[in-house]
């Protein structure tokens, strides 16, 4: 099984600073990552996919890189409707494991 | 804009079987673009993909519940669902569906609200 690791667990900023968020795979997915909002009570949400790739209708504030096992999501100025869980999932293989999460606050 | 819907029992028992449909408005059930996935997330914790079926019936589980699942399709009704056996009180989660898109069954575009299933006696 390929297992996902992020990092910060928690994050505190200040609105309009840069964040960024760490996930990394325990071998190479290339660019098969995805990343996840979710808000509390609700249902997560496609944010970036194929590593990089904006979905449609997300802000130009969030960014992916990243390939092979390295891979970073981030906020290029925070916001307070950012506030939210964020998950990197892996689908090059069976199972499409997730990232155990990183919470983000306002400071 | 797509839509999706679950629903089902929110209390199950020990040993029983939890059964959820997924209903899908707002495009087709049919649309070979598409697969129709099953998420769940047990409560304070992460996210776990159990398995996507295609409109024509292909489906693909996760190896650690492939053993307990069935994901089936019908297209006339627009509707999946999802039938897990043998329960147990870690099968408890909120269990979410999901349209898997860009040609993979675990890349998960458009979710469902999501709906709370507690394995309890």
């Known amino acids: 099984d390929i297992q996902m690791t992020q990092s910060p667990s928690t994050l505190s900023a200040s609105i309009g600073d840069r964040v960024t968020i760490t996930c990394r795979a325990s071998?190479?997915?290339?660019?098969?990552l995805a990343w996840y909002q979710q808000k509390p009570g609700k249902a997560p949400n496609l944010l970036i996919y194929?590593?990089?790739s904006l979905e449609s209708g997300v802000p130009s504030r969030f960014s992916g890189s990243g390939s092979g096992t390295e891979f970073t999501l981030t906020i290029s100025s925070l916001q307070p409707d950012d506030v939210a869980t964020y998950y990197c999932?892996?689908?090059?293989?069976?199972?499409?494991?997730f990232g155990q999460g990183t919470k983000v606050e306002i400071k | 804009q797509m839509q999706l819907q679950e629903s089902g029992p929110g209390l199950v028992k020990p040993s029983e079987t939890l059964s959820l449909t997924c209903s899908v408005s707002g495009g087709s059930i049919s649309n070979s673009a598409y697969y129709w996935v099953w998420i769940r997330q047990p409560p304070g914790k992460g996210l776990e993909w159990i398995g996507s079926i295609y409109y024509s019936g292909s489906t693909y589980y996760n190896p650690s519940l492939k053993s307990r699942v069935t994901i089936s399709v019908d297209t006339s009704k627009s509707q999946f669902s999802l039938k897990l056996n043998s329960v147990t009180a870690a099968d408890t989660a909120v269990y979410y569906c999901?349209?898997?898109?860009?040609?993979?069954?675990?890349?998960?575009?458009?979710w469902g609200k999501g709906t709370t299933v507690t394995v309890s006696s």
């Open positions: 999901a349209s898997g898109g860009r040609g993979f069954f675990d890349l998960m575009v458009v």
């Open positions: 071998q190479s997915i290339s660019s098969w």
């Open positions: 194929k590593a990089s």
């Open positions: 999932q892996q689908y090059n293989s069976f199972s499409g494991t």
